[in-house]
């Protein structure tokens, strides 16, 4: 049972454009989401986050939206550069999972330049 | 200020045999929580630890254990090692549920990366 998911394998972007990254959830006790940035044989690097209390937060490039009542949460990544090709993991925490989270299987970006 | 440390980098054992993996969290975080990303899988819950007290566990057989010290610092320990074993693990920190610096984000380190031949 995938709590959440990330249909989207792969993702090609030009350099300049926006990329848009989504990610869906199943379990309603979900409060807290994350999204994290991966390179191979690395830790994940943490991005930007959001409350459920809140429907978007934004730190400078990076703009996470979250649709509550679709359980729906995307990362726009505006403009988009070569340095952010990785693969793109959201993550939730929250009710009965408590501080565990529950990552995505994960999106890989390509930036193309 | 220092990230999550993790160490050894890369870690090489046989069947049967017990790996340990240590972890430093970040300056005054209290939580630990160690995940595994096997070959082709996702990042998988492992374990979380709060203030020396392991405070819940993911769907992972008893040979994967660990604890946390009184500096915080954690390890994470696998006996019977068997080959699906091998994967990166990696070691996050947060605030904890006590901690001063009370932070949801978890924060990761490195990762060991776990060979089992």
């Known amino acids: 049972d995938q709590q959440v998911k990330q249909n989207s394998p792969s993702l090609s972007v030009q350099e300049g454009r926006i990329s848009i990254l989504n990610c869906d959830y199943t379990n309603s006790m979900f409060d807290y989401f994350l999204w994290y940035k991966k390179y191979p044989a690395e830790g994940p690097t943490f991005l930007i986050s959001?409350?459920?209390?809140?429907d978007k937060n934004e730190d400078g490039r990076f703009t996470v939206f979250l649709n509550k009542s679709a359980k729906h949460l995307s990362l726009h990544i505006v403009p988009s550069q070569p340095g952010d090709s990785a693969v793109y993991f959201c993550?939730?925490?929250?009710?009965?999972?408590?501080?565990?989270?529950?990552f995505g299987g994960g999106t890989r970006l390509m930036v193309k330049p | 200020e220092a990230g999550v440390t993790q160490s050894p980098t890369h870690l090489i054992k046989t069947r049967g045999q017990q790996a340990t993996l240590r972890c430093s969290p970040i300056?005054?975080?209290?939580?630990v929580y160690w995940y595994q990303q096997a070959l082709g899988l996702g990042l998988q819950f492992l374990l979380w630890?709060?203030?020396?007290?392991?405070?819940n566990r993911g769907n992972f057989p008893p040979r994967f254990s660990g604890r946390q010290f009184p500096n915080y610092s954690s390890e994470l320990n696998v006996n019977a090692l068997e080959l699906e074993d091998s994967a990166l693990y990696l070691c996050?920190?947060?605030?904890?549920?006590?901690?001063?610096?009370?932070?949801?984000?978890?924060?990761f380190g490195p990762g060991t990366r776990l060979t089992v031949l």
């Open positions: 300056s005054g975080h209290t939580s």
């Open positions: 993550a939730a925490s929250g009710g009965n999972a408590g501080n565990m989270l529950t």
């Open positions: 959001i409350s459920s209390i809140k």
């Open positions: 996050a920190s947060s605030g904890g549920l006590a901690g001063v610096m009370f932070t949801d984000t978890q924060y």
């Open positions: 630890y709060d203030e020396g007290e392991e405070r």
